[in-house]
């Protein structure tokens, strides 16, 4: 059984940091690239990063780059999103997810195979 759990959400203040992590198990890690997502109430799910099954490519969506960090620890089955200079429109519930495409797709989560449960991030201004 596959299973991805978040951690490290919380409230913090805008220009504060969190660091979210997701650990994997039940599934063979290093064949994954994993993606972050959030999802603010009322909105659709969006991508924010992607790290590469090895960890040598990422990619974020533009609104994150420069503040965001994705990294990842394969011997620890982790995976990890850094979130500095963090804004109101950073509050969401943020989700980890596993992509094994083989048409190298990554935007939409419903190319993504399984999912954590989410945690939330509150930024107050």
């Known amino acids: 059984q596959v299973q991805l759990v978040e951690s490290g959400g919380g409230l913090v203040q805008a220009g504060g940091s969190l660091r979210l992590s997701c650990v994997a198990s039940?599934?063979?890690?290093?064949?994954?690239?994993m993606g972050w997502f959030r999802q603010a109430p009322e909105k659709e799910r969006e991508f924010v990063a992607l790290?590469?099954?090895?960890?040598?490519?990422?990619t974020y969506v533009e609104g994150v780059k420069g503040r965001f960090t994705i990294s990842r620890d394969n011997a620890k089955n982790s995976v990890y999103l850094q979130m500095n200079s963090l804004k109101s429109e950073d509050t969401a519930v943020y989700y980890c997810?596993?992509?094994?495409?083989?048409?190298?797709?990554?935007?939409?989560?419903?190319?993504?195979?399984?999912w954590g449960q989410g945690t939330q991030v509150t930024v107050s201004s």
């Open positions: 790290i590469s099954k090895s960890g040598g490519s990422t």
């Open positions: 997810a596993a992509l094994q495409d083989k048409f190298g797709r990554w935007l939409s989560p419903s190319y993504y195979d399984n």
């Open positions: 039940g599934l063979s890690f290093s064949t994954y690239s």
